[in-house]
């Protein structure tokens, strides 16, 4: 196990309640949300993480780790319950370089990157524990390259695979100015994940719990947060599936020690997203 701030070895063990009880927290808050409970479980949740980091800083640093890792991302699914604003699908903002919904996950993205540097100032953590360096050169390589191909495969594959869970629906791709846009939103959205997920959850829990356990809890945790009401049929093909890509993630950055690849390949695969929300014809 790491050793704790200062040099000195961690008095914390892995079966300790505060290294469980945060990840605890986020996960029934996610949980609640896939089964359709109420939604504002997640503001709850995200208020007692805050209040438990303040307590925690306050008394015993060692433990405050594992608040800090699951206070950004609680306050992420908390935004979730915020109504965006944006056109309605299949209006002209498809195209519109300022189009509502990447300006709203640039926000998202935003803010809550600067709330995860408030925490990482907290506890005084570096930006190695969190994924953020550059990785050898085969893996800068395909950070370039994988794109290219992931984000023409996400673009005809991710209709056809979603309509089971969202219901039927034609995406309008034909508007060369989008791209720009769609590219926005999934940058924006694949590096807060990424660093949120695979970077401060991943890596500060490593720190009190292990890294097997830690690649556990990150996976879960990434599989539930895309659970939600918003799902036709079942969610739970798609909450197993994106654990397992989180499993996947987390592997690549335990061994690379960066984040650049999967954030690459998380932007690219995010770009269907933004033509389902702007760019949806029916």
């Known amino acids: 196990m790491p050793p704790a701030p200062g040099g000195t070895a961690s008095r914390v ?17 996610d949980a609640s949300a896939v089964a359709g409970l109420v939604p504002w479980t997640r ?11 303040t307590v925690r800083v306050a008394r015993d640093r060692e433990f405050a780790w594992a608040w800090g890792a699951a206070v950004p991302l609680a306050l992420r699914h908390a935004w979730a319950t ?9 209006l002209a903002a498809c195209d519109d370089l300022l189009s509502p919904p990447a300006i709203w996950r640039v926000a998202e993205a935003g803010v809550l990157l600067c709330v995860l540097g408030v925490v990482a100032m907290v506890l005084r953590a570096d930006g190695v524990g969190l994924g953020l360096r550059a990785p050898a ?32 629906f034609e995406l309008d791709t034909g508007l060369p100015g989008a791209l ?10 694949g590096t807060l994940e ?24 990150q996976a879960l945790a990434f599989g539930l ?12 093909p798609v909450v197993g599936t994106l654990v397992v890509a989180g499993i996947v993630a987390g592997l690549v950055v335990q061994r690379t020690g960066s984040l650049l690849l999967p954030i690459a390949i998380h932007a690219a695969v995010d770009i269907p997203l933004y033509y389902y929300q702007a760019c949806r014809l029916s």
Do not use: C, K, Q
């Open 13 to 29: 063990t892995p079966g300790s309640l505060d290294v469980w009880l945060p990840v605890g927290l986020l996960l029934v808050a």
């Open 43 to 53: 503001v709850a949740v995200a208020a007692m993480l805050i209040v438990g980091f």
């Open 82 to 90: 915020i109504p965006p604003p944006g056109a309605l699908p299949g």
């Open 137 to 168: 050169r085969p893996i800068v390589a395909l950070a370039v390259l994988g794109p290219l191909v992931a984000a023409p495969l996400a673009l005809v594959l991710g209709p056809p695979l979603a309509h089971p869970f969202f219901g039927p």
């Open 180 to 189: 720009v846009p769609a590219l926005t939103l999934g940058l924006a959205n």
């Open 194 to 217: 990424e660093v949120l997920y695979r970077g401060a959850l991943m890596g500060w829990t490593a720190r009190l719990a292990g890294p097997t356990a830690a690649l556990g809890i």
């Open 225 to 236: 947060g895309h659970g939600g009401p918003d799902f036709v049929g079942s969610p739970l």
